[in-house]
Each structure stands twice: as C-alpha cells, then as structure tokens.
C-alpha cells in the first residue's frame, strides 16, 4: 500500500502545514523539542503559502528554544490549499501532514484529499464535527484503498474526552453503561481566552447546524443498542454538586467523536457501547447571567449574514473578550490548566446489565495544561509520533478514524501522560472532596 512503502523514502517523517498559523507556531515548538529529546533522525518540515513568515517562524523559535540550527537545518515547503499542485507535492514529501489551517470547514478538505492521492497520512485539531463527520462519510472507503490514515480531532477536541473515556473503561471492573465528564477550565488573574480561528469556526458551525443533520443521516447508522439503565438528560443548565458551579452541555465535538468511537469500538471488536453526555462548567451566578444574554444574541446573530459578519469582525467584543484576533497572552497560557473529570456507572462483573440498576460507579480524571494552545499540540504532536511508531497497532490498513477508533490499541495514553496529559482513577477521598488533583 502506498503509505506503508512510503515511511522508508519520504524525506521527512512529519511536515507541520500552517505553521504559521497561531496554533502552527507553537506546534513547531513541540516538534522541534520533541525532535531535539530523541536521537536527532526524526526528520521534519515546515509548510505554508509565504517563505518569507515560515523563516521568521523558525528565526524566533531558534531563538526561544536556543535552537540556532533550526534556520538552517529546517526544509520550508510552500503550499497553499487553493493551489492543488503545491498540495500534491508537499503530501508526497511528509509520511504525516499535521493540518493546522482552519476553520476546516472551507480549507480542510483539499488536504485531506490531497493526504489520500499522494500517500500521507492526515492528522488535525479539528473541533467542527461536521467537518470531521463528512470527511468519514466521503472519503472513508478511498483513505482505506490508499493505505491512508486520516484522523481529525487530535487536539484537546476531542483527545482528552475520547480516551478518557476508553480509560474509564478499561478502569471499570464491569460493565460501563453510562459517563458523564464535567471541564472545568481554571485560569490565572489575568483570566483565559482563545483565538479568532476557534471562535469563526463556531460561528460557521451553529450557523449550519441543520447541515450536520442532513449529513448524519446518509450513514444510515442503526441506533447504538443502550445497554443497562437509560440516563437520564440534565437541563440545558444546572448547578452541579460536582464541580460547585454551574454547568451547561459541552458545546465542542466532543460529544460527536465520542459517539463515533463507541460505533466504531461496538461494531469493530464487539465492545459495549457506553451512553455519554458531555458539560463544562461556567462559574457563579453572574457568570450565568452574561452566558445567557451573549448566548441568546449569538444565536440570534449566526442566523444572519450581517450578524455572522459582525461577529467574526468583533470576536472579543461579542465574546465578552474570550476570544481575540490576537490570542491568548504567554501569562494567560502560562495561568490556565484544565480538568475533565469522568464520573462512570455501570454493573460489577458477575451482573446482568440487562436486569435491575447500575451497582457499580468509576471516577476518573484528565487533567493538563492549558488546553488551546499547550494541552493541544502535545495531543496533537504525540498522535503524529505514535503514527509514525505503532502504525502496525491502527485498525484495518487506513481509513477515516476518531482518535479513539485509532489510537486504542496503541500506548499513546501513555506518550501523553509522560508530556503533561495525565490519566488517573480518583480515589473515593477525591471525589467525596470534589475538588480538581493537584496538576
């Protein structure tokens, strides 16, 4: 198959597209640490439309990194996703492309395809699962007969939530039949804030919302059988005892990869599927009162051309300043870790999950640094490295996968918990007290 013969005569072993990007250059970061910690024979390049800005993003990590060789020794690839050519020949020279041009929505697709014709396997940050979700439904069966991997949401949408769950499971002595995970994200005085790229791909998303609809039935998937007792729906917001705050659904994809996962693991290897619902924590009641107000105009706003416009002109305006077109700052990014916290139920081994209620409950922990910009290129970076390592452990020979669905049979729960994305089980102490383990 095509990308297997590759890894042997490819140039280099990871090329980093969009590294110009936000998140791009602290992906380079990571590679370059990364590549520095091994034996020096990953080989690894920088892409992107202007030479120019991808030398001054190798300048300054040089310099950061006190790194000086990376001007020299780092091969710059210029290619630009309106221009199929450029794409062509940058897939032919990388066996992983890590896609860090959003919103994938309007240029992720002519990667993907560009990954699957030329022989590269195609890892992103993708957080849009109607992105993530067409990809699967259209290019699935071609990634397969390529010997292809392509495999979106390897940042902190979805990873922590995917294999926390498939964690949790294997923690459970039993049954798992249903996971509920609480985000708390805990900031510094300076508070927390996200980049505009992250804030137009939700309002393109919500904008569209009808679209995913229509997409998810032409799977024409047969409902997952529920196994043990239905759970039962929290309100669209509620004061959780858990977290001592507020909390309303995840509104990321999340629950989306998740669901696909537990498709995939029920069909491929015969696994119980587990029930999940996902939330995320808003604060006090002040912070609820400002939630439901800019909650309301947004939705109000993405319905409308004009107001989709203004949105995306004014990000930290109408997002009460959580997201700006210049990101976070390094104090903000520095402050900021996150924890997901699972809390399991299901039936001890030796119980029918078919008779009486669950007997049994599990409470498990991710906790990392700050999720947009560290927690998310570690994930990003570690999936590429077990890729480029365990291609033998990924399902079939290719094909469009969640997170989950390919990386379960690999040790890449292990790669992150050795770069700052830690797995535990709470001991009952820890969730009587309810608060967050230390980081």
């Known amino acids: 198959f095509l990308a297997r013969s590759k890894m042997a005569d490819a140039p280099y072993h990871i090329v980093i597209f969009g590294a110009t990007g936000f998140t791009g250059q602290f992906v380079v970061e990571e590679v370059a640490r990364c590549a520095a910690e091994g034996t020096g024979l990953l080989k690894w390049a920088v892409a992107g439309r202007s030479r120019p800005r991808l030398e001054d993003v190798l300048r300054r990590t040089a310099e950061k990194l006190a790194m000086p060789e990376l001007r020299t020794d780092i091969e710059i690839i210029v290619a630009d996703v309106s221009v199929e050519e450029s794409l062509a020949v940058m897939c032919q020279q990388g066996v992983v492309i890590l896609n860090c041009v ?116 032409k799977f024409g998937h047969k409902p997952l059988p529920r196994v043990g007792a239905k759970v039962e729906k929290r309100g669209f917001l509620f004061f959780s005892k858990e977290m001592q705050q507020y909390v309303i659904p995840f509104m990321g994809s999340d629950p989306s990869v998740v669901r696909r996962t537990q498709r995939f693991l029920y069909e491929e290897q015969q696994q119980s599927p587990v029930q999940y619902s996902a939330f995320v924590g808003v604060g006090g009641l002040l912070s609820v009162i400002k939630l439901l107000c800019g909650g309301l105009l947004f939705w109000v706003m993405v319905k409308f051309s004009l107001g989709r416009k203004l ?60 999720p947009g910009y560290v927690a998310t290129v570690s994930a990003l970076v570690q999936s590429a490295f077990t890729v480029l390592n365990e291609l033998h452990s990924l399902p079939r020979r290719g094909g469009v996968y969640t997170p989950g669905a390919a990386f379960c049979q690999t040790g890449l729960i292990d790669r992150l918990h050795n770069y700052g994305i830690k797995f535990s089980v709470r001991s009952r102490q820890e969730e009587a007290a309810g608060a967050p383990t230390s980081m």
């Open 311 to 370: 949105l995306t002109t004014f990000p930290s305006f109408f997002s009460f300043g959580l997201f700006s077109k210049a990101g976070p700052t390094t104090k903000q990014i520095v402050d900021t870790c996150f924890s997901m916290t699972f809390y399991g139920e299901g039936y001890s081994e030796g119980t029918d999950p078919a008779e009486g209620r669950p007997n049994a409950k599990i409470c498990t922990q991710v906790v990392g640094a700050e």
């Open 102 to 217: 959003g919103p994938y929505r309007f240029y992720g697709e002519p990667v993907v395809r560009a990954c699957i014709e030329n022989g590269a396997h195609y890892l992103d940050i993708c957080g849009e699962p109607q992105f993530l979700e067409r990809m699967q439904l259209e290019y699935h069966s071609k990634a397969l007969d390529r010997g292809v991997y392509v495999i979106g949401s390897c940042g902190f949408d979805s990873i922590p939530a995917d294999l926390g769950i498939i964690y949790t499971q294997r923690q459970f002595k039993g049954t798992l039949t249903a996971v509920e995970s609480f985000l708390d994200i805990i900031s510094g005085p300076e508070g927390t804030s996200g980049h505009d790229a992250t804030w137009q791909s939700a309002v393109y998303g919500f904008a569209d919302s009808g679209s995913l609809r229509q997409l998810r039935k």
